[in-house]
């Protein structure tokens, strides 16, 4: 084999090599979008670790809490906005946000909700071409109540050196419900017919 055939040898093979690459890259770029919307997906459904039960069960026409719908996106926004909350506002002791928030799923949706009520102020104050109450009203209304709120009903309290998880009430006694259930009314029944 002389000196050129060799070469063209090794061409042959190193380009071979390139194009195989690019197809393995491409084939692993597509398993990687499809393990990515399959944990989106588990996410969703309630992958994080406070996360229950979907109250709607399967029915898609019920709403779903904001935990269960967040992005990766609009975690990070929240934990963002609420560290800023807590650096600017710097809220006493008795009413401060701690860190492990996101463990708890009460305080998630409440937060979760005062940061849309405080986005929705801030826009309609920043849009408004006069004076405007809007933000205001969110710090009477929302913000404070907010975090008394989240301070007084939940077990949040003791979270302030060593996170406590939740402890989840206790669910409904079955026998109780089934007896309810046998003893109303079927659905249709107090309807008028047409
Ligand atoms: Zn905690």
Same mark, same amino acid.
């Given at each position: 084999?002389? /000196? &050129?055939?060799? #070469? #063209? ?13 690019? &197809?393995?890259? &491409?084939?692993? +770029? ?6 990515? $919307?399959?944990?989106? +997906?588990?996410? @969703? ?8 039960? $979907? ?5 898609? $026409?019920?709403?779903?809490? !904001?935990?269960? @719908?967040?992005?990766?996106?609009? !975690? ?19 009413? @401060?946000? !701690?860190?492990? !928030?996101?463990?708890? +799923? ?15 102020? /801030? ?43 939740? @402890? /989840? +009430? ?7 419900? &089934? ?16």
């Amino acid at each position: 084999m002389s /000196a &050129e055939q060799l #070469e #063209e040898l090794v061409r042959q093979f190193a380009l071979r090599v390139k194009r195989e690459q690019h &197809e393995v890259e &491409e084939v692993l +770029g597509e398993v990687l979008q499809r393990l990515s $919307a399959l944990e989106q +997906g588990q996410a @969703r459904q309630g992958g994080t670790e406070a996360a229950a039960a $979907a109250p709607a069960g399967d029915d898609p $026409a019920m709403p779903s809490p !904001w935990s269960y @719908r967040a992005t990766e996106k609009d !975690w990070r926004d929240l934990a963002g906005w609420v560290d800023w909350i807590s650096t600017h506002y710097a809220p006493q002791l008795n009413l @401060r946000i !701690w860190p492990c !928030w996101p463990s708890h +799923g009460g305080v998630v949706e409440e937060l979760a909700a005062l940061h849309a009520a405080w986005r929705a102020a /801030a826009l309609a104050d920043a849009e408004s071409q006069s004076v405007s109450p809007d933000m205001a009203y969110w710090h009477q209304m929302w913000l404070w109540p907010t975090l008394d709120r989240i301070r007084q009903n939940y077990m949040f309290k003791s979270c302030e050196t060593d996170h406590t998880p939740d @402890r /989840a +009430g206790r669910p409904t006694d079955p026998t109780v419900l &089934e007896n309810r259930i046998a003893a109303a009314p079927a659905r249709d029944k107090g309807k008028m017919s047409t």
